[in-house]
């Protein structure tokens, strides 16, 4: 049972990252893009743990698994220009024996290029027994987005959700596309951007706060790094409540190098182990 918490809570960590939607004309704020701190084929992977809480004291932490993020290039999308990102999370390690659970699961996010206003989510779920995809269309214009679900761990599969939301926001961003955004960011102490995430069909508010300067040892290396950290200005902005802590690079890269979340079962810690990347100059 705890495996799966942490695998759920984790593909959720992940894919909050300073998660949101920014207007449009926003974008006027942050660098250009001979600027942009990443490009197509950046690939992200990280290692994740899970420190249980105080009153399982007879538990040491535990390997968890490793996401991975990539900038896969650019598509279309509904007749516009289109950033690609997949995200996959995989179990392993001592947990993931421990609760005899595989996960294996892979997200796909198509965003405007230029806005990474979100266009489209694809989401392959597999969580031992748990087999779902899920499908979302943000239809953008008409404050609508189009929700499919689809139960695959039966035969045949049978569909849980179809159906259209009404007043969606213009311009939302899944977590992934507000990533990328945010590290366009003039990042400093002090900064704080209010954000609206959207994941699958619930809109959430939050407020990214860059707070200081502060060392990080990662697998890849030791590096300064800005800490950021998240609170929900509407609704939860964890499932099981918690805080989220993220550390980018000080540096043109603006790396999300580590990230952290407090719930009720303990920590949640993942840390960059390697990294692909061109910076367009």
């Known amino acids: 049972m705890h495996a799966r918490r942490f695998s759920l809570l984790t593909v959720f960590l992940l894919t909050v990252m300073l998660a949101g939607a920014i207007p449009t004309q926003e974008v006027a704020r942050h660098p250009g893009a001979s600027a942009l701190p990443f490009s197509g084929g950046e690939r992200l992977v990280y290692s994740v743990k899970w420190d249980p809480p105080w009153y399982f004291f007879f538990l040491p932490s535990m390997e968890a698994g490793e996401a991975e993020l990539h900038l896969a290039g650019e598509t279309e999308n509904q007749g516009k220009k289109a950033m690609r990102m997949v995200f996959t999370a995989r179990s392993s390690g001592s947990l993931a024996s421990m609760a005899d659970m595989n996960i294996e699961d892979e997200f796909v996010f198509l965003a405007e290029s230029g ?119 509407l609704g939860g902005l964890f499932k099981e409540g918690g805080q989220f802590k993220i550390w980018f690079s000080a540096d043109n890269r603006k790396l999300p190098l580590q990230f952290e979340v407090k719930v009720k079962l303990g920590h949640v810690l993942g840390k960059l182990k390697s990294s692909t990347y061109s910076v367009n100059q």
């Open 115 to 233: 806005t990474f206003c979100t266009l489209a989510v694809s989401k392959k779920i597999r969580e031992g027994k748990r087999k779902r995809q899920v499908d979302v269309e943000y239809l953008r214009g008409s404050g609508r987005l189009h929700i499919h679900e689809l139960d695959e761990a039966v035969a045949p599969p049978v569909v849980k959700k179809s159906e259209y939301k009404e007043n969606i926001p213009d311009c939302v961003q899944d977590p992934f596309s507000a990533l990328y955004f945010f590290r366009m960011s003039p990042l400093q102490q002090g900064f704080t951007q209010d954000l609206m995430l959207a994941n699958d069909d619930q809109i959430k508010e939050i407020r990214c706060r860059v707070e200081k300067l502060e060392i990080v040892n990662t697998p890849v290396g030791r590096f300064t790094a800005w800490k950021v950290n998240t609170e929900a200005l």
